[in-house]
């Protein structure tokens, strides 16, 4: 039997080609997490899934080389100044070298309408060779999408416009109709703060990137589970949480502090109420028994023992305010202010 093919896509900040496989990464924390469970032991994940990463990252860093060196003058691209204006509000060396390393990726995704259809095509080009492969070699493709925070964002609207845009008079293959993905997990969800609704891309609740029956047009998968911190400052304005939508759609709430950085990919992987679900999935339901799964949460401690917990109460409180002053809709430059302050706080905890 074919392997279930896993693209993991990933968010803001630099990441090379291995970025999923690296040490500490998704890819290992989710492998490490799977070896709790017996099911696991005869069956590795490796052997069960085949990771696929998706990098656009690349593209990010060739546009700031070239405005670094002047090739290309940013303002050309930025006619509102958004870009001009979230950058002329960081304030010192560092929080300006996080931004060119880490939120320039998330303002110029927002802002640049230009390097944001770089980035989806850029995107969709990964996905469609992999699944066109598949088809081509196993006669089938069973794929689903783990994406992470800005990621998450990247990935909604690759995979709708994957499934709607027009292929000259005629529909996508990769329609929904011909076509869907078994699941799609978004961890830290940035698809509703960071949607730049145009007449191909939807807004995050009305595109085909929701759960649903094979006969529903639209709907792109089968199943959809969102993950939320609640001291993650990044995924709480304009947060992801759709009304009406099928019984396949669930949310997962997490709080706990085991790094400074509660945002991080395995930060959230590294939670059994987050990476149970995810191994359900990418395996099958039985993988994980309710009492595995029982003794895994009761095992897991929400504060690292090593944390003083009153220093941790108040770093995930400083996590809190950040959220709050961002606001519900932050504009390009609080939205800059509001990474800045997360980049800020991680740095100070780590001491």
Not at 33 to 43: K, N
Not at 50 to 68: C, Q
Request: proline share 7%; with cysteine; net charge neutral.
């Amino acid at each position: 039997m074919a392997k279930h093919i896993v693209f993991y896509v990933h968010g803001m900040g630099q990441h090379d080609t291995a970025w999923a496989e690296d040490a500490g990464g998704p890819v290992e924390t989710l492998r490490r997490a799977s070896t709790a469970y017996a099911h696991f032991g005869d069956r590795p994940l490796d052997t069960l899934v085949e990771v696929v990463p998706v990098r656009y990252d690349e593209i990010f860093r060739a546009a700031v080389e070239r405005w670094r060196r002047g090739a290309e003058p940013v303002a050309a691209l930025d006619p509102d100044d958004a870009f001009g204006r979230a950058l002329g509000v960081l304030a010192g060396a560092s929080e300006q070298s996080f931004f060119w390393s880490h939120a320039a990726d998330v303002v110029m995704y927002r802002c640049l309408g230009w390097y944001r259809e770089l980035v989806r095509a850029h995107v969709i080009q990964q996905i469609a060779e992999r699944v066109e492969r598949a088809w081509a070699e196993e006669g089938t493709a069973r794929c689903s999408v783990v994406a992470h925070s800005l990621g998450t964002a990247v990935a909604h609207d690759s995979l709708h416009l994957l499934g709607t845009r027009r292929w000259g008079n005629a529909a996508s293959p990769f329609h929904p109709s011909h076509w869907r993905f078994q699941h799609v997990v978004m961890v830290a969800n940035t698809s509703r703060l960071l949607q730049t609704p145009t007449a191909e891309a939807a807004p995050a609740y009305g595109s085909i990137v929701r759960p649903g029956p094979v006969e529903d047009a639209g709907s792109y998968c089968a199943t959809y589970l969102n993950v939320r911190h609640s001291f993650d400052p990044v995924p709480q304005p304009r947060r992801f949480d759709p009304v009406g939508w099928r019984k396949e759609y669930s949310t997962v709430v997490v709080d706990h502090f085991r790094d400074p950085n509660v945002h991080g990919f395995s930060h959230y992987l590294r939670n059994p109420r987050v990476h149970v679900p995810i191994l359900r999935r990418l395996t099958r339901s039985a993988a994980v028994t309710p009492a595995e799964e029982v003794r895994e949460i009761e095992a897991f401690p929400q504060i690292d023992a090593a944390e003083p917990l009153e220093r941790a109460r108040a770093h995930l409180l400083d996590l809190q305010a950040v959220a709050l002053e961002a606001g519900d809709d932050p504009a390009p430059p609080r939205l800059t202010r509001m990474l800045a302050a997360l980049f800020t706080l991680v740095e100070r905890y780590r001491q």
